[in-house]
T-cell receptor, first 119, second 108 residues
Framework: GAVVSQHPSWVICKSGTSVKIECRSLDFQATTMFWYRQFPKQSLMLMAT?????????EQGVEKDKFLINHASLTLSTLTVTSAHPEDSSFYIC???????????????FGPGTRLTVT | EDKVVQSPLSLVVHEGDTVTLNCSYEVTNFRSLLWYKQEKKAPTFLFML????IEKKSGRLSSILDKKELFSILNITATQTGDSAVYLC????????FGKGTRLHILP
């Protein structure tokens, strides 16, 4: 099946520093990738939609200058949390959308997530 | 406003019981409905549904979509303790919209 990887799995950083999270589709091409954050015992919250070769579309309330998204190729999207603060501590998950198959549907495959702790 | 509503929010049953999880939606440009199971880490994919009335099955899990009434159900028969998880429903239109999930706990 389709595999999506994220790197790193876990990161601890100091307040004020920037952290980059990578999301890769390993065995398929993904024109669209999504970035989510999840707080404990809550559902996934979509942050932004990342399309290869174009600017990301951010959800309302998500600061685009703070959460920089780059989708430079069909297999890689990156999320950079700039000037991180303790309230940015969360579980960040990406998903990659496959190209429609014969059934016409769009399948989503999730990465394993990155746990960010800002001290 | 596009939305995905799951019910119940939480469910506790005994091992061996059958459960039905519900997902209703209102979106502008429906493409697919997806079900996921989430334990401790990122969600794992269960089903993708695009057409009405066609049941998808995987072992003890099955799901069906009704595009006229705008809902889907996920059935789990002969539940086991390993089925305990949060089950997420998501709808893909121009973007992906998740429901809040149903937290299922199976008692031994």
């Amino acid at each position: 099946g389709a595999v999506v990887s994220q790197h790193p799995s876990w990161v601890i950083c100091k307040s004020g520093t920037s952290v980059k999270i990578e999301c890769r589709s390993l065995d398929f091409q993904a024109t669209t990738m999504f970035w989510y954050r999840q707080f404990p015992k809550q559902s996934l919250m979509l942050m932004a939609t990342s399309n290869e070769g174009s600017k990301a579309t951010y959800e309302q309330g998500v600061e685009k200058d703070k959460f920089l998204i780059n989708h430079a190729s069909l297999t890689l999207s990156t999320l950079t949390v700039t000037s991180a603060h303790p309230e940015d501590s969360s579980f960040y998950i990406c998903s990659a959308q496959s190209i429609p198959g014969l059934a016409g549907g769009y399948e989503q495959y999730f990465g394993p997530g990155t746990r960010l702790t800002v001290t | 406003e596009d939305k995905v509503v799951q019910s119940p929010l939480s469910l506790v049953v005994h091992e061996g019981d059958t459960v039905t999880l519900n997902c209703s939606y209102e979106v502008t440009n429906f493409r697919s409905l997806l079900w996921y199971k989430q334990e401790k880490k990122a969600p794992t994919f269960l089903f993708m549904l695009t057409s009405s009335g066609i049941e998808k099955k995987s072992g003890r899990l099955s799901s069906i979509l009704d595009k006229k009434e705008l809902f889907s159900i996920l059935n789990i028969t002969a539940t086991q303790t390993g089925d305990s998880a949060v089950y997420l429903c998501a709808v893909l239109d121009d973007k992906i919209i998740f429901g809040k999930g149903t937290r299922l706990h199976i008692l031994p």
